[in-house]
Every structure is written in structure tokens, then in C-alpha cells.
């Protein structure tokens, strides 16, 4: 009987090849899942925050600058979180709020998946157990997504 005629060996070779192509499947989707320190809810699309700046009511956010300038106003500068010297400031400045404050950040220096300050500043903030924790949705980076849409600045110095 020719080989490529035997159905029993035709099918075990495509079990193989399935169970190969499985284990590939279920390694990339390990390797893929999300391992950011937010959830997409927690997400802050920047006109809203505009919108909440020009238009105050109720109890403003703490909004905390995370990167290298705090360009939004009435935003804290900490400095770039990828140094630890500004993460301790970012947690001195933290330490002194409650933990129900809504804490916005926010970095702009990069697009987020480049961004060195945007990850260890939010992971700060779910290490010190803050509930209303937002990160400002500046995908490409502060001047395209902030200030080329005319959203408030601060003033010059």
C-alpha cells in the first residue's frame, strides 16, 4: 500500500501538525496577553480632562505630570518616573492624599508603548492601593494628542 494512501497515517500526521500549531497558538497568546499596570477603563481620553479643566465642577483630580515638563494646567510635576529619585517624589506627593482622590497621570513623552515613565508611575499607584486611578489616553505623545487640539497649557514662565 503507498504511504500517502494509508489513512491511519494520514491521520496521525494531522493530529501532529494540529497539536504543533496549538502549542505555537497558546504560546504567542502567553506572550501577548496585556501586562500593563491599567486596564482599559482607566483610560482618560484627553478631552474630557480638558473639558473637566475649562469647565470646573465639583471636586477637581489631582492631576499629577509623570514625564519630563507638566504642560497641563494646574497639572504637579514629579519628573521623568523612570528615575527613582521622581518616583520617591511621586510617592511623598501621593503619600499625603487620600486614597479615594482621583489621581490622573500622565506622561506624553512617546507613544505609550515606548513610554520609560508612564508604567512605574501607575504602578505606584496601584502599590499604594489609590481606587480612582486614571492615565490620560496621549497615545502618540503631549503635543499631538494635547496641545495641537488646543486643550489648556500652562502659562509660560
Not at 496549538?22 to 504567542?28: G, K
Not at 509623570?66 to 501621593?94: C, F, W
Request: glycine content about 6%; some cysteine; hydrophobic content about 40%.
Amino acid at each position: 500500500m503507498r504511504p500517502y494512501l494509508c489513512p491511519m497515517k494520514a491521520m496521525n500526521k494531522l493530529y501532529t501538525v494540529g497539536i504543533v500549531l496549538a502549542a505555537i497558538l497558546i504560546t504567542l497568546a502567553a506572550f501577548t496577553r496585556q501586562t500593563e499596570p491599567w486596564t482599559p477603563s482607566q483610560l482618560l481620553d484627553p478631552a474630557d480632562l480638558a473639558a473637566r479643566i475649562n469647565h470646573p465642577s465639583g471636586v477637581p483630580p489631582l492631576v499629577i505630570g509623570v514625564g519630563p515638563s507638566g504642560l497641563i494646567k494646574g497639572s504637579i510635576e514629579t519628573g521623568p518616573a523612570r528615575d527613582q529619585h521622581n518616583l520617591d517624589k511621586l510617592k511623598a506627593l501621593l503619600d499625603k492624599e487620600d486614597r479615594n482622590k482621583e489621581v490622573i497621570i500622565y506622561c506624553g513623552c512617546c507613544p505609550f508603548q515606548h513610554c520609560p515613565n508612564i508604567r512605574p508611575a501607575f504602578t505606584l499607584l496601584n502599590d499604594m492601593h489609590f481606587i480612582h486611578t486614571r492615565l490620560l489616553n496621549l497615545s502618540h505623545n503631549i503635543k499631538v494628542d494635547w496641545i495641537d487640539h488646543g486643550y489648556p497649557v500652562t502659562a509660560s514662565k
